[in-house]
């Protein structure tokens, strides 16, 4: 357990140290900060605008901190073979993958972390979409929308529970995108690894509208159920192949009710973040198994 937790410590300070990690970064907080003037260019629903652009910036540069830096991880400790000072310690291959995996992750939530506050800060600034604390407690669990800003003074305000949780969304969907990244590293190149994980990313947003697209249009004349157009068996086929193994990432959006600031079920939360867990951790245990396997010398 010490071998994976300083794996993890090594593995976070180094890339929280790497110039691809703060680029991201730096240009994420300027957008997130940026979306203040965005929304200013619009006379209505300028705090909807301001959401908007802010979870857009937050989720896509989160994305593509866990597509670069997952895709070189280990990918550079084999070709630069400084992973021989970690595997001869002695330090097993599962424990020095789980370290440099879980240091990726914890990058993931931090920069999630800074971002989100910045965010929280412009919003506080414009005092828009931001509520009391006492409010969300009341709304908890009721599915009602929390109640408006009040104009008490000395009064702690939050997020609404909608941003909350999709910034939770957002980490458990770009720790499944490093985790494709780390997988396609370990079995092509640096590049290519980054295109494939983009590649998993774009089909996953968009399998469930082809999941849709491709089902049987029905109508019912004269009282029968007929199908009044059908798409190609082959194509419809490969839709649902893709459908049914790539996690499905469009309901890890949730902008649409953050929008609104509709509160979110418990029930659904839980649901939704069991279902990226366990496909981060099967995802994880054929990283595992590849590693294992893989000529490193």
């Known amino acids: 357990m010490k071998k994976i937790l300083y794996g993890i410590m090594y593995s976070f300070k180094e890339i929280k140290n790497s110039k ?11 957008l997130v900060s940026g979306s203040y003037f965005v929304s200013q260019t619009s006379f209505i ?3 909807r605008i301001m959401v908007d652009f802010s979870i857009f910036a937050i989720s896509i540069f989160n994305i593509f901190i866990g597509i670069f830096i997952g ?5 550079d400790d084999i070709e630069k073979k400084s992973i021989f000072l970690s595997i001869t310690r002695p330090l097993k291959r599962t424990e020095y993958l ?6 990726l992750a914890a990058a993931i939530i931090f920069s999630t972390i800074i971002m989100m506050l910045i965010f929280y800060l412009v919003l506080l600034i414009m005092h828009k979409f931001i509520v009391p604390a006492g409010s969300i407690a009341k709304a908890a669990g009721s599915g009602v929308k929390p109640a408006g800003v009040s104009s008490a003074p000395f009064t702690f305000y939050l997020l609404p529970q909608p941003l909350i949780i999709q910034g939770l969304f957002i980490i458990i969907e770009s720790i499944f995108i490093s985790a494709a990244a780390l997988l396609f590293s370990l079995i092509t190149s640096k590049a290519l690894a980054s295109v494939f994980a983009i590649l998993v990313f774009f089909i996953g947003n968009v ?5 849709d697209l491709v089902r049987p249009v029905k109508k019912i004349i ?7 157009h059908q798409a190609n068996h082959v194509l419809a086929h490969i ?5 049914t193994v790539l996690p499905n990432f469009s309901i890890f959006n949730i902008s649409s009710e953050a929008a609104y600031k509709i509160s979110i079920p418990g029930g659904t939360i839980i649901y939704r973040i069991i279902y990226g867990l366990c496909y981060t951790i099967l995802l994880f245990v054929i990283v595992a198994q590849i590693f294992n396997r893989k000529d490193i010398s």
């Not at 789980?98 to 240091?103: A, K, P, T």
């Open 20 to 30: 691809i990690f703060y680029s991201f970064l730096i240009f994420a907080l300027i």
């Open 222 to 228: 004269n009282g029968k159920v007929v199908i009044v």
């Open 239 to 243: 839709v649902r192949f893709i459908y």
């Open 207 to 211: 399998s469930s509208r082809m999941n």
């Open 98 to 103: 789980i370290g440099r995996f879980l240091g």
């Open 45 to 47: 629903n300028q705090g």
């Open 71 to 75: 895709a070189s991880a280990v990918y």
